[in-house]
């Protein structure tokens, strides 16, 4: 049993050595699933959901809200401020890319990018990613196997998490002839490392990148084997970028139908309100109508907000994309790490105290669904599925401790009147408070040394404070003090690396693949790691153990187990009030933008929209 304890040791550097060229390891392959094999074969001409036909030119303007001065997102000093477009899953990999591509219209499966084919046995104890001949940088320099290890070794001394905890699992890393390079594995590795390895990782040019200089972040020359390069760059302001004329990749067919425009503009905004006000000018070209991860979804905007001229004259199209993937999980994060979240009596008492049908009817448009499950809408998540001998036997002793409820699959957060102040929800607050050891006294709840049960929730967005402003009031009401601090982009950020908060608001997106990327949100060795993504600081054996379950499970019916059965203990850990999912994109954009006819898995791909005034 490979152990998940090991997974984030001290960290260590990799040489390399040269074998033979044309060593004999497998069968060199198109492509890799993480379970089963990819869906297309492999004389593939373009990923289904793209239009192979659309002609290359135009220019699109997005716009972002926020800032930025670094254009390396690799380290903690850029994590959050970094240009986008650099390394980007939504505006594409303008800059840098992986080995290989992952398909959005399966649960994880990779293509051939960087790397032509890939190399593994049955047990994935090795992996070799054969390099295409044509990849080359944007100075014109060949794309070889010293650039992968460099690539690697150099992450793993001054990257970030989870950058920096890539080759943890990597107990050999050797450079097989000019433009191939073989991962073998150690006990501290997973069957999904391969395809992490291949797809989250991207490769840097040696020749152009001083390691001494790496951590600094900065805005100097760059060069990269993406499609773009960088034409104007004005520090928190905007970024262009525009096509390169040389790019090696334009006819890989992963490739095909996507990176349709000369240039790319990214300008920056302080409000998402002024952001829109350039959306109706014409200056952005696309503008999706709310973000769960700054908690600025508003139904009510989506509804009424698009009535001007240009939406009358029909230059303006609004579209609703629907999505198969699991909802994910937006909510408000209890800072665990913090004495008074501690206890998991007080985190769901404090949980059941959030009205959410009044915060739904009177600042949210009504239109919203509350969330049970971080897999919620799929056969991965707890709610709805009742937990099987299988999962049970992955939970031990841990089931013993759940509510029947939850482990029947039908348990629930109390749904109120929308009232406001609904006394049975509000007892049921109060009675879980009191099995915590607090009681009202002089209408404060209050701990047996007469302390008031009081917290800070921070903030970043005038969105974001509508809602902590709507659980106060409901806190209020029994007597729990909760005090609002809103910060600045660049403290925001800064707290949030070093878990400076009580309370804070994010999105924990879901896939229909999870894996090493739980590491990093919820696991006992990152809770103490600066920049990882579990702001919970959820350290619990049971979690660590399920996650290790997903990670090694070979057949659907056992990873669908493991991940139930996580699920169902983030569920009953109460790290997170959950608030609410839309169940779909929306996304307003003029006319001259078109995009594909097909939605895949994932829900909309901007990178495989075009400019129809280059037709």
């Excluded at 997005?62 to 959050?80: A, C, E, H, I, Q």
């Excluded at 998490?161 to 699992?169: Q, V, W």
Aim: aromatic residues 10%; proline residues 6%.
């Amino acid at each position: 049993m490979r152990n998940l304890a090991a997974l984030i040791p001290a960290l260590f550097l990799l040489g390399s050595s040269l074998l033979p060229a044309g060593t004999a390891l497998a069968q060199p392959l198109h492509g890799i699933s993480m379970h089963g094999t990819p869906a297309l074969p492999a004389d593939f001409r373009h990923l289904p959901y793209v239009n192979p036909d659309v002609k290359k030119g135009g220019r699109i303007s997005y716009g972002v809200v926020g800032t930025f001065d670094s254009l390396n997102p690799f380290v903690l000093k850029g994590m959050r401020t970094t240009a986008r477009g650099v390394w980007d899953p939504e505006f594409g990999n303008l800059l840098y890319e992986p080995l290989m591509l992952r398909s959005s219209d399966e649960p994880f499966s990779l293509y051939g990018l960087l790397a032509e084919t890939a190399e593994w046995d049955e047990e994935r104890s090795f992996v070799q990613f054969n390099l295409n001949p044509k990849a080359k940088w944007s100075d014109g320099e060949p794309v070889t196997a010293d650039d992968i290890i460099f690539t690697f070794n150099l992450l793993k001394e001054k990257g970030r998490p989870p950058f920096n905890t890539r080759l943890d699992g990597v107990a050999k890393l050797e450079k097989i002839g000019d433009r191939s390079v073989r991962f073998t594995f150690n006990d501290k590795a997973n069957r999904e490392t391969p395809l992490i390895l291949a797809s989250s990782t991207p490769i840097l040019p040696k020749h152009a990148i001083d390691p001494e200089k790496f951590e600094q972040a900065g805005l100097g020359p760059v060069v990269g084997s993406g499609p773009y390069r960088i034409k104007t760059l004005r520090p928190g302001e905007r970024i262009i970028w525009e096509r390169n004329p040389d790019y090696w990749g334009k006819d890989i067919p992963g490739k095909v139908g996507f990176d349709n425009y000369d240039e790319i503009s990214v300008t920056y905004f302080l409000q998402v309100t002024t952001m829109f006000e350039a959306f109706k000018k014409g200056d952005i070209d696309i503008y999706p109508e709310g973000d769960a991860i700054n908690g600025t979804s508003d139904t009510s905007h989506w509804g009424q907000a698009y009535n001007f001229p240009a939406v009358h004259r029909g230059d303006i199209v609004k579209d609703v994309f629907q999505p198969r993937l699991p909802t994910g999980m937006f909510g408000l994060v209890f800072n665990t790490r913090r004495a008074v979240f501690a206890d998991e009596k007080v985190r769901e008492g404090l949980s059941y105290a959030l009205d959410f049908e009044w915060m739904n009817k009177n600042i949210l448009g009504g239109s919203f669904k509350r969330t049970q499950s971080y897999w919620q809408n799929s056969p991965l998540g707890a709610y709805g599925n009742a937990a099987d001998e299988r999962e049970l036997a992955l939970l031990g002793d841990a089931a013993k401790t759940m509510p029947p409820e939850l482990l029947a699959g039908t348990y629930a957060m109390p749904t109120t009147d929308s009232t406001g102040a609904d006394r049975k929800v509000l007892k049921m607050a109060v009675d879980k408070l009191k099995e915590a050891g607090y009681s009202i006294k002089n209408g404060r709840m209050s701990d047996a040394n007469g302390r008031q049960l009081a917290f800070e929730i921070m903030t970043q967005n005038p969105a974001q404070e509508r809602i902590a402003l709507a659980y106060q009031r409901s806190l209020n009401l029994i007597g729990v003090a909760m005090g609002i601090r809103s910060v600045d982009d660049g403290q925001y950020q800064a707290r949030s690396n070093s878990f400076d908060y009580d309370m804070i608001i994010r999105s924990l997106p879901s896939s229909l693949s999870p894996g090493m990327e739980q590491l990093n949100r919820w696991s006992s060795l990152s809770r103490d790691a600066q920049g990882s993504f579990n702001y919970a600081g959820a350290a619990n054996p049971d979690i660590d153990r399920m996650i290790e379950a997903l990670l090694q499970a070979r057949s659907t019916e056992d990873f669908q187990a493991a991940v139930r059965g996580y699920d169902r203990l983030l569920v009953a850990g109460h790290y997170v009030i959950p608030l609410y999912y839309i169940g779909a994109q929306w996304v307003a954009r003029w006319k001259y933008i078109d995009r594909p006819d097909m939605t895949p898995i994932s829900g909309n791909q901007k990178q495989t929209w075009w400019d129809a005034r280059a037709q």
